[in-house]
Structures are given as C-alpha cells and as structure tokens.
C-alpha cells in the first residue's frame, strides 16, 4: 500500500506562491504516475497537472490551461515525492488540492480514475 501526505498549503494573496509538496511512504518505489488534482468549493475536482516516468526518455508532464505558465510539477526520484509550484496565484486557485499516484504509466493523466493512490488534501486560499 501506499499513502500520500500533502503540505504547503496556506493563505496567501493574489500574486503570491506557494509549494506544495506530497510525501508517498509504503511501497513507492515503483510509482510511475503522479498528479495533482484540486477542488473548489461547491466544484467537482478537477485535474491540475501530471508527471509522468518515462524511464530512459525521463519524465513527460501535462498541465491545465488554467494554470500553464503559473504552476510547475516536479518529482524528486529518489524519494518520489512530488512538488508543485504555484506562482502568480489568483483567487480562482482557491480550493483544497490533492496528490494523486499510480503505479501505471498513466495513459491519459487527467481522469481521477487513473489514480489508485490519494492524498487528504491540503487547502490553498488566494485571497484578493
């Protein structure tokens, strides 16, 4: 089994950054996949960004249009954990984001039912 813990959330304002991080503990050596989804309130949640192991060819990540050019993924191999950066936040950021993982190499990336592995959560509020 595997769990994902999230941290960094917070509040901060408009224009600001934050990262969050999300720490897997159990069997994580063989994660492939790994995402972050976020949900705003009274929204479904809705898929922020993937990365994805490629092996020999590295990583290939997706993002969200809301976010492209704002927010950038990254994973440290070692550990697996897996970081997102958010710059230039807007107050339409608000929402509690979620780590998501899987063993596979994902296909599409973006369906929460790619994800067998979930975090809590951790709540980022922009205010304006």
């Known amino acids: 089994q595997v769990q994902l813990v999230e941290s960094g959330g917070g509040l901060v304002q408009a224009g600001d950054s934050l990262r969050l991080s999300c720490v897997p503990s159990?069997?994580?050596?063989?994660?492939?996949?790994e995402a972050w989804f976020r949900q705003a309130p009274g929204k479904e949640r809705e898929f922020v960004t993937a990365i994805r192991w490629s092996g020999w060819s590295g990583t290939s990540t997706l993002y969200a249009d809301s976010v492209k050019g704002r927010f950038t993924i990254s994973r440290d191999n070692a550990s697996n954990t897996v970081y997102l950066q958010m710059n230039s936040l807007k107050p339409e950021d608000t929402a509690v984001y979620y780590c998501?993982?899987?063993?596979?190499?994902?296909?599409?990336?973006?369906?929460?039912?790619?994800?067998?592995?979930w975090g809590q959560g951790t709540q980022v509020t922009v205010s304006s």
């Open positions: 998501a993982a899987d063993r596979s190499w994902v296909v599409t990336m973006t369906l929460e039912n790619e994800y067998e592995y």
């Open positions: 159990g069997r994580t050596s063989t994660l492939n996949t």
